[in-house]
Nanobody, 122 residues
Framework: QLVESGGGLVQPGGSLRLSCIGSGLDLSYFDIGWFRQVPGKEREVVSCISDGRTYYGDSVKGRFTFSRDNAKNAMYLQMNSLKPEDTGVYYC???????????????????WGQGTQVTVSS
């Protein structure tokens, strides 16, 4: 089980930090990722980590940072310079398989957080 926190309402240019804690899962053995979804669209990758490499969606490169803390069994998404188009429901995910560059594909994950709403608006 993955439990998320940290979403909310923020003004354009602001920052938020999302957290995701593994409960009953040792995340150090999993590939992990953050995805977001808006109504009417498919879930898209924000960032993922596989085999020590971090991948970012083109729209968030240079603004978002994905990190993991194996000691706390947690993953974090630091979001800076937020834009209105970053609005959506954000999900953390974990996969028991090594995905390599396919970690950007949502259907490859078998564990998902409950989702947290991020709204960027003035």
């Amino acid at each position: 089980q993955l439990v998320e926190s940290g979403g909310g309402l923020v003004q354009p240019g602001g920052s938020l930090r999302l957290s995701c804690i593994g409960s009953g899962l040792d995340l150090s053995y999993f590939d992990i990722g953050w995805f977001r979804q808006v109504p009417g669209k498919e879930r898209e990758v924000v960032s993922c980590i596989s085999d020590g490499r971090t991948y970012y969606g083109d729209s968030v490169k240079g603004r978002f940072t994905f990190s993991r803390d194996n000691a706390k069994n947690a993953m974090y998404l630091q979001m800076n310079s937020l834009k209105p188009e970053d609005t959506g429901v954000y999900y953390c995910a974990a996969s028991g398989r090594e995905l390599l560059n396919q970690c950007v594909v949502a259907r490859n994950y078998n564990f998902w957080g409950q989702g947290t709403q991020v709204t960027v608006s003035s």
